[in-house]
């Protein structure tokens, strides 16, 4: 499948370039490439697990070397893959995808499509999602939580096999600036200089609240043009989202109210 060609009138342009998404039941039901991998995506797959698996444990590596130094602490040396993975999916999210969105808008057309770099990108964070836990739980095991370290991971590693799989993988890196507020916190992490609570918490509000929002009712408006079901899916990490900056917003409270209380004695 190609996208359609540059003169071809888009049923998205009667609305603002950005919130092209058509209503369900406009058009007919969106044509996937077959699922599956060829032998020549195998081939690729591998290819980019090893790139990634090479940039992960090097990185690793790296913050063990400065831990045993005594220039980082063992939470920090937990964060440096996620540094690493955060950094490599915002910078691929706000120098093509986003670009890319703010063209087309959420044309499913040219949206759900496969692209080098898209499958490198998913491959990536695969990559991450299965080394932070194996190699975590070697390095750092007791920063290895059960929901945001094992069911998480798990989780994304699942999801980023099932968009490969369907060929799906633009689509999903959508959802990739939303890596910004993990770069933030996983920055404050490795240096504690650099961190910035508020300007992590503004982020995350924006990019996986507000963002992911649109998004959610982007692929709700959509669902009956996609032979793939996927809101379920972004519903319920939006719901995650929602109880992590809830959590957050009621522990800034908690350190303004102790501040507050510490001054007036």
Same mark, same amino acid.
């Given at each position: 499948r190609h996208p359609p060609a540059p003169g071809r009138p888009s049923r998205f342009s009667r609305l603002p370039r950005v919130l092209r998404t058509c209503p369900?039941?406009?058009?007919?039901?969106?044509?996937?490439?077959?699922?599956?991998?060829?032998?020549?995506?195998?081939?690729m797959f591998a290819k980019d697990l090893?790139?990634?698996?090479?940039?992960?444990?090097?990185?690793?590596?790296l913050g063990k070397i400065l831990e045993h130094g005594g220039r980082m602490d063992?939470?920090?040396?937990?964060?440096?893959?996620?540094?690493?993975?955060?950094?490599?999916?915002?910078?691929?999210?706000?120098?093509?995808?986003?670009?890319?969105?703010?063209e087309v808008g959420f044309d499913l057309e040219r949206l759900f499509l496969?692209?080098?770099?898209?499958?490198?990108?998913?491959?990536?964070? *695969? $990559?991450f999602c299965l080394l932070d836990?194996?190699?975590? /739980?070697?390095?750092? #095991?007791? @920063? &290895?939580?059960? %929901?945001?370290?094992?069911?998480?991971?798990?989780?994304?590693?699942?999801?980023?096999?099932?968009?490969?799989?369907?060929?799906?993988?633009?689509?999903?890196?959508l959802f990739l600036v939303e890596e910004l507020p993990t770069f933030l916190l996983a920055l404050g992490n490795v240096s504690r200089p650099l961190r910035t609570n508020w300007l992590f918490g503004g982020s995350f509000f924006v990019t996986r609240l507000v963002w992911h929002g649109?998004?959610?009712?982007?692929?709700?408006?959509?669902r009956g043009e996609l032979p793939i079901t996927l809101?379920?899916?972004? *519903? $319920?990490?939006?719901?995650?989202?929602?109880?992590?900056f /809830?959590?957050?917003? #009621?522990? @800034? &409270?908690?350190? %303004?109210?102790?501040r507050a209380k510490a001054k007036a004695d």
């Open positions: 369900t039941g406009a058009s007919a039901m969106l044509q996937l490439e077959p699922a599956g991998f060829t032998a020549a995506q195998w081939d090893a790139i990634a698996a090479a940039f992960m444990s090097t990185a690793l590596a063992r939470k920090g040396v937990s964060y440096v893959m996620s540094l690493l993975n955060a950094g490599a999916m915002t910078a691929s999210a706000a120098w093509t995808f986003m670009p890319r969105f703010l496969d692209s080098r770099l898209s499958r490198f990108a998913c491959t990536f964070f *695969l $990559a836990l194996l190699l975590g /739980s070697v390095c750092y #095991r007791e @920063q &290895v939580e059960l %929901l945001t370290g094992w069911i998480h991971h798990l989780a994304y590693a699942w999801l980023m096999w099932h968009v490969l799989w369907h060929h799906i993988s633009d689509a999903f890196c649109y998004l959610l009712w982007a692929f709700l408006s959509t809101w379920p899916l972004v *519903l $319920a990490t939006f719901g995650l989202h929602a109880h992590w /809830s959590g957050w917003t #009621r522990q @800034q &409270v908690r350190r %303004l109210r102790k």
